[in-house]
């Protein structure tokens, strides 16, 4: 089979690796990719907003499956361009990724369907929005309605910030997203990614993660797109992942169905897990997480390429996915200055080889006359496997050092909660 993969980071990495290793698969081309895709697939280098361009490319070079990897040409309608066309997709449409695209269309659809989530109110006017904080509880989460690259959420922790955050949303901070507001109750707890394959009617649970979302160890300083992920997500538990799928998943589904829209693709729910181990949604994403793909992927014991034409058909399969019964870790190294004014250009002087356990993922590099260089803010992602998150974090590590890029940094304690209380349930049984 001859399949299109759309995207250039990390999670197209991982994602490209995957889908190479199946017996099915023909050719693999990536647009527009990125070095590490470049080992393993064909890079096409267009834009992904040029959809003449990229359909002309599908119908050429006979593509029978697309994969979408991020989630602007999922709200631009991509999948529906190639579906239009005939060409299989794997991806929502454009109506279905209103539940990345426009937070107030999915705190809509909770209402709507008793879908757990934090109690909210939707505003276009700067005035009633300041009324309505100045009488409600801090902190309080601030939200611009649309994309805003992971930045479009602002937690205030009393009236002058939320004042502040509202002034600036209204004002454009995040551009034509900002238009309108959801501001919501802050949930406290433990958060967690949850990723369910989808073909429009069913679900099937595929992984769960936990992302390290803030730029300094401890998790603390600013937002970022995440600075390393672990999968499983610590806190996963059956019991868990049950009331997630029955409570969440599920009338989400057929909430998107009964309205026109079924949603095809991977949901991407993230969570908050109240200390009675009752979930929460936060959000819903259209997409793979990144970096939670370069962790989920790499445990994934089948084809991954079957799987999404499964759900590209409308037929997911019936029974449990296989993953090892391992721990994946995901070290993200980003370019000095991240996520402010990250240095792109820096030499990349070496990088260790994979092996068995070890992935280095390439997410922003580029190639350059003089060797391979960093081009972005997240620049390479670092995945080790492992019996525990202990034994991954350390293998990580030791591939992080063998790195040789100057112009780089990460945190150091990707993965601790997951440690944390593998050390935790370790005293509990000595005792
Ligand atoms: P989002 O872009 O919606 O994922 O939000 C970014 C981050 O803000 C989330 O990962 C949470 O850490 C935090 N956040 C968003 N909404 C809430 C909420 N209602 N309560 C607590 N934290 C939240
Ligand atoms: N790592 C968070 C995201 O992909 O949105």
Redesign the pocket.
């Known amino acids: 089979m001859n399949v299109l993969l759309l995207g250039a980071g990390g999670r197209e990495h991982a994602l490209a690796l995957a889908l190479s290793k199946s017996p099915d698969l023909t050719r693999l081309i990536v647009v527009p990719g990125n070095p590490g895709t470049a080992a393993i697939a064909e890079n096409v280098s267009l834009s992904l907003d040029d959809h003449a361009g990229l359909l002309a490319l599908a119908r050429q070079r006979a593509v029978e499956l697309v994969v979408v990897g991020p989630e602007a040409p999922l709200v631009a309608g991509i999948a529906d361009l190639f579906r239009d066309a005939g060409i299989p997709v794997f991806g929502p449409s454009a109506a279905a990724a209103q539940l990345e695209g426009s937070?107030s269309f999915t705190k809509d659809l909770c209402r709507a369907f008793a879908i757990p989530?934090?109690a909210?109110e939707t505003f276009t006017d700067a005035e009633a929005a300041k009324t309505y904080v100045r009488q409600g509880a801090f902190?309080v989460?601030i939200?611009a309605d649309g994309l805003?690259a992971?930045?479009?959420?602002i937690?205030a922790a009393d009236v002058t910030e939320a004042e502040s955050a509202l002034d600036d949303i209204f004002g454009g901070l995040f551009g034509g997203a900002g238009a309108r507001v959801v501001i919501?109750?802050?949930?406290?707890?433990e958060?967690l990614s949850f990723f369910a394959l989808c073909d429009g009617t069913r679900a099937l649970p595929f992984a769960s993660a936990q992302?390290h979302?803030r730029v300094g160890e401890g998790d603390i300083g600013p937002?970022t797109g995440g600075m390393g992920a672990v999968s499983p997500a610590p806190s996963m538990t059956p019991t868990l992942e049950g009331a997630i799928l029955e409570r969440i998943i599920r009338p989400t589904l057929a909430g998107m169905a009964a309205r026109g829209m079924p949603f095809q693709g991977v949901l991407f729910a993230?969570l908050?897990v109240d200390p009675n181990g009752d979930p929460?949604l936060?959000?819903y994403?259209v997409r793979f997480g990144d970096p939670e793909a370069e962790v989920m992927l790499p445990r994934l014991d089948q084809d991954l390429l079957a799987l999404l034409q499964s759900c590209a058909e409308g037929a997911l399969p019936e029974w449990p996915l296989r993953f090892q019964d391992d721990v994946a870790l995901g070290v993200v190294m980003a370019a000095r200055g991240y996520p402010e004014a990250p240095e792109t250009g820096t030499p990349i002087v070496s990088l260790p080889a994979d092996n068995d356990t070890v992935t280095v993922f390439h997410a922003g590099t580029r190639e350059a006359d003089q060797g391979l260089v960093a081009a972005g803010g997240r620049v390479l992602v670092v995945t080790a496997r492992g019996a525990t998150a202990e034994q991954a974090q350390a293998r990580a590590y030791a591939a992080v050092d063998a790195v040789d890029w100057p112009g780089g940094f990460c945190r150091r304690d990707i993965g601790w909660r997951a440690i944390a209380r593998e050390r935790a349930k370790a005293a509990q049984a000595e005792q």
């Open positions: 937070k989530t934090a909210y902190p989460v939200k805003a992971g930045k479009g959420v937690i919501e109750d802050f949930l406290e707890g958060e992302d979302k937002n993230g908050m929460q936060i959000e994403n």
